[in-house]
């Protein structure tokens, strides 16, 4: 069976597709095969991110895709499937995401207001999926965590008081996850001294969710 995840948000440049092409390069790298499906064509996303990679010669190790151009024998014998969503999703549209994965990631900053927008999001999505009988798990995940301070553990125990389930796993903020954007590579291919350690918070992230 194959597990979807889709990574969403109300608001926009949280990280989703940062994240997106990270986890399913960390699940992949768990020898999990997998496919990113990007429904987003802007700048951003992972499909450009793929574009870029193809381009320098150092193509992803795994597949993506843009929504349209899913064959279903690409689905055949996958573990799991990354869905990168739209930059800013129309609720009908994250409503109906409910029915098509088995996980919502939801990525968040940790300042005040943008935990109040994904408090806000989880408020509207979590009786939405209740009464549709819960095949969708929801979970939120801290991402461009200072890694100084204590704001990223914060962020997650005020959530939890809230009744949220929070990823235990910190995606800290590094500038290597920019340079790896850019060069169309993921983080652990990026020359900088955090390389390896915003490539081991991916790592947990995957070890977590599967
Ligand atoms: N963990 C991180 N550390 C540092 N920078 C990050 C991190 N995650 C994302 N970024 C940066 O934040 C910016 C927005 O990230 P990204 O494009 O992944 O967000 P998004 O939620 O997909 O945006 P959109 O809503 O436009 O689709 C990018 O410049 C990206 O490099
Ligand atoms: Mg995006």
């Avoid at 193509?59 to 024998?73: H, M, R, Y």
């Avoid at 996980?103 to 999001?121: C, F, H, K, M, Y």
């Avoid at 009464?131 to 969708?136: E, L, S, T, V």
Wanted: a neutral charge; charged letters at 30%.
């Amino acid at each position: 069976m194959t597990r979807v995840i889709a990574i969403t948000s109300e608001k926009g440049g949280v990280g989703k597709s940062t994240l997106a092409v990270h986890l399913t390069g960390a699940l992949h790298g768990r020898g999990l095969n997998t496919l990113l499906v990007d429904e987003d064509d802007r700048v951003g996303s992972g499909l450009r991110w793929a574009q870029r990679a193809l381009a320098a010669g150092t193509p992803l190790p795994f597949g993506v895709v843009g929504a349209d151009d899913v064959k279903p024998k690409m689905l055949a014998g996958l573990d799991a499937l990354v869905l990168d969503t739209e930059g800013r999703p129309r609720r009908k549209e994250l409503r109906q995401l409910g029915g098509r994965a088995d996980l919502i990631l939801v990525p968040s900053g940790v300042s005040p207001l943008e935990l109040d927008a994904t408090r806000e999001l989880l408020e509207f999505l979590t009786p939405e999926l209740d009464a549709k009988g819960g095949r969708a798990q929801l979970r939120v995940v801290l991402t461009r965590v200072p890694p100084v301070g204590r704001a990223g553990e914060e962020a997650r125990d005020a959530l939890v008081r809230d009744g949220a389930a929070v990823c235990r796993t910190l995606v800290r903020q590094y500038a290597a996850y920019q340079r790896a954007a850019e060069a169309g590579t993921l983080v652990r291919d990026v020359r900088d001294e955090r390389a390896a350690t915003a490539w081991a918070d991916v790592q947990a992230l995957a070890e977590e969710l599967v």
